[in-house]
């Protein structure tokens, strides 16, 4: 906690699941660059090929959803 002006002010700090797997990957690829795992380079960058994966989908259906409104919306004025 920092103190400013006779007022306490908390810091947080969050971690995203890009984030964290973006950590993953490269303690993954250290581990493997110094032949500490034997794994293909695929599951090396599993971490960050899922979290995309993720977003993608997210995106996929939020963009979806705005499609089916924008046509209700247009329905429902005519």
Request: proline fraction near 1%.
């Amino acid at each position: 906690m920092e103190e400013r002006n006779n007022k306490t002010v908390r810091t947080q700090t969050s971690l995203s699941f890009g984030t964290i797997s973006v950590i993953v990957t490269i303690v993954f690829v250290i581990l493997k660059l110094c032949h500490v795992i034997d794994w293909g380079w695929v599951f090396v960058f599993l971490p960050v090929i899922i979290s995309t994966g993720i977003g993608v989908v997210a995106l996929l259906i939020a963009l979806t959803a705005m499609i089916i409104l924008y046509f209700m919306d247009k329905h429902d004025r005519e």
